[in-house]
């Protein structure tokens, strides 16, 4: 299994408060990602980087911001967390940019009431 | 921006009967991508399709991507209640685009025993 590690895996907040997600990896992969995955919608790219300090904006990024000052750790922070980000967050990493063979960690649940 | 759009979005099958799962997108498809989600866990890749026409197989599961590269469809021969799950297709979002996934919404697929 590739090291993925995501914390918290559960959390449950107040709607207007600072969240922060943690994805490590322990397998110096280059490319991380953050997925959120909903009921009727399957995965949709957040944030992703393709190395220390370089992250970009997928399809859902408004109310995310992302970080990586380190390979191995990748944050995803909500400023002022809405309930409709309650959500399942996954992260994923792979070696290439080229392929869409992700490896993905088990997903931090959400709830933002 | 692509859709994938997938069929059936559940599946009850009886232990040892064959069944197919479709991926149909709205785009030519640059790369397909099968992956199957346990349960509260993350996804595990099963399979990439890049060629028209192409075919390839993993144990007892087909995967096949048309002439046309807009459809994709995953055979499981024999099910086995190993086989439950949710299977995913992601595909590249653009040509150059890679490792960025849009993922289709996913079917479920439970084997009774």
């Known amino acids: 299994d590739a090291g993925i590690t995501q914390s918290p895996r559960h959390k449950v907040t107040e709607t207007g408060t600072p969240v922060t997600l943690r994805c490590h990896q322990t397998?110096?992969?280059?490319?991380m990602y953050w997925y959120r995955q909903d009921p009727g919608h399957g995965l949709r790219l957040i944030h992703y980087s393709y190395g220390v300090k370089d992250t970009d904006k997928g399809e859902v990024s408004d109310g995310y911001s992302v970080s990586r000052s380190k390979t191995e750790d990748f944050l995803l922070t909500l400023e002022s967390a809405t309930s409709s980000q309650t959500s399942v967050y996954f992260c994923?990493?792979?070696?290439?940019?080229?392929?869409?063979?992700?490896?993905f960690g088990e997903g931090s649940r959400l709830t933002v009431l | 921006s692509q859709e994938l759009e997938q069929s059936p979005q559940s599946l009850i099958v009886q232990e040892g009967k064959n069944l197919t799962i479709n991926c149909t997108s709205s785009k030519t498809l640059y790369g397909l991508y099968w992956y199957k989600q346990k349960y509260g866990e993350g996804l595990i890749f099963l399979m990439m399709l890049q060629k028209g026409g192409e075919e390839k197989s993993h144990e007892k599961i087909t995967a096949k991507l048309d002439e046309k590269k807009q459809q994709s469809s995953l055979h499981i021969t024999a099910s086995q209640p190993s086989h439950a799950g949710i299977y995913l297709c992601?595909?590249?979002?653009?040509?150059?685009?890679?490792?960025?996934?849009?993922f289709g919404t996913g079917t479920r697929l439970a084997v009774r025993p």
């Open positions: 994923a990493i792979s070696d290439s940019g080229e392929t869409g063979e992700l490896f």
């Open positions: 397998e110096n992969h280059r490319y």
């Open positions: 992601g595909a590249d979002a653009s040509e150059s685009s890679g490792d960025k996934l849009t």
